[in-house]
């Protein structure tokens, strides 16, 4: 995950290096060959940076998980006194302390992450579990999670919901904003190495006759 971070930046860097030297060049092509004022040669040479900008962008942004997958709210309970239910998924994990039980339910947000187009890729991508701990960080860094050293039962856990093909988790964040949590899942960046599963399976839909 560090890696894949450390790429994108990477290419930031290079994207601002190129569109400036190109706009700078750009410049004083045009004030001294054409002879245009300042003004003008600075107008036309900003305006051809923004599009290369533009254009280097769309080429080189890496996917994110939005691209793959649509995230929607999940409501959180409890079945059974203490396990945990995310949707229509039971047995995510057993709360046994009730304190801890009514925290999720009042301070809780619970998401599911769907694959697109009911594809196996998307959702092979998805089950890898570095890709689920790159979720998981990418949430802990843009709205925190709300617990301590001591307490295991906060930590969030995904969960496959083998029936639907989606991804639940539960979380107990610090900025409690729902589409937050939204935001923070679907700019997860795409490990390159969770990339390319099930590719055999590229013909079958999630719950289609004749599927897996």
Do not use: H, W
């Amino acid at each position: 995950f560090i890696e894949e971070i450390a790429r994108t930046y990477e290419v930031r860097n290079y994207t601002c290096i190129i569109t400036s030297f190109l706009t700078v060049g750009l410049y004083y092509i045009i004030s001294s060959e054409f002879k245009l004022g300042d003004n003008t040669s600075i107008i036309i040479s900003s305006i051809c940076g923004l599009v290369l900008a533009f254009i280097l962008k769309k080429l080189l942004t890496r996917q994110s998980i939005g691209d793959i997958a649509d995230v929607v709210p999940a409501k959180i309970s409890f079945v059974d006194d203490s396990i945990m239910q995310i949707g229509d998924l039971k047995g995510i994990t057993n709360i046994g302390l009730e304190e801890d039980r009514e925290k999720y339910l009042s301070q809780g947000l619970g998401i599911e992450i769907i694959p697109k187009d009911k594809s196996y890729i998307n959702a092979g991508t998805i089950y890898d579990p570095g890709q689920r701990q790159a979720i998981i960080y990418n949430i802990y860094s843009r709205i925190g999670i709300l617990r301590e050293d001591n307490e295991p039962a906060f930590y969030p856990l995904p969960r496959i919901n083998l029936n639907k093909g989606s991804l639940m988790i539960a979380v107990v964040p610090v900025d409690k904003d729902i589409n937050k949590l939204i935001d923070a899942v679907k700019s997860c960046p795409i490990l390159s190495n969770s990339k390319g599963k099930n590719v055999s399976l590229n013909k079958y839909k999630i719950d289609e006759k004749g599927s897996m």
